[in-house]
C-alpha cells in the first residue's frame, strides 16, 4: 500500500495562493487513482478534486473548479493541487489520498490511503 505524506500548508491571505505537494512512498503510485480533500473544524471531510492513474482526467468539487488544479508527476511519485484565490472558509486540514480501482470518486469511503494532512489557514 502506498504512503502519503503532504507538505505546503501555511498562512495565506484571501485571494492568495498556495501549492501542496504529496510524496507517495511506494512502486506502485501510477497505478493510484488520487484525490485531495479537506476538512475545517467541525465540519466533515470534503472533496476537493481528484486524477486518474496518468493524469489524463480529472474531476473537480464545484466550488474548486477554476480556481484548484490537480496534477500529478508519477516519474516522481508526486501529487500536486495548486489553489488560487482563496476564500477565508477554506481554512482547514488538506489530505491526499489514494483509490486502487479505476474509477474517479468523490467520496472519502472509496480512499484506501490517506496522508496525515498538511494545515492551510485563510486570512480576510
Known amino acids: 500500500q502506498v504512503q502519503l505524506v503532504e507538505s505546503g500548508g501555511g498562512m495565506v491571505q484571501a485571494g492568495g495562493s498556495l501549492r501542496l505537494s504529496c510524496a507517495a512512498a511506494g512502486r506502485l503510485f501510477n497505478r493510484y487513482f488520487m484525490g485531495w480533500f479537506r476538512q475545517a473544524p467541525g465540519k466533515e471531510r470534503e472533496f476537493v478534486a481528484a486524477i486518474t492513474d496518468n493524469g489524463g482526467s480529472t474531476y473537480y468539487a464545484d466550488s474548486m473548479k477554476g480556481r484548484f488544479t490537480i496534477a500529478r508527476d508519477n516519474a516522481k511519485n508526486m501529487l500536486y493541487l495548486q489553489m488560487n484565490r482563496f476564500k477565508p472558509e477554506e481554512t482547514a486540514v488538506y489530505y491526499c489520498?489514494?483509490?486502487?480501482?479505476?474509477?474517479?470518486?468523490?467520496?472519502?469511503?472509496?480512499?484506501?490511503?490517506w496522508g496525515q494532512g498538511t494545515q492551510v489557514t485563510v486570512s480576510s
Open positions: 489520498a489514494a483509490r486502487r480501482y479505476y474509477s474517479l470518486s468523490s467520496s472519502p469511503v472509496d480512499y484506501d490511503a
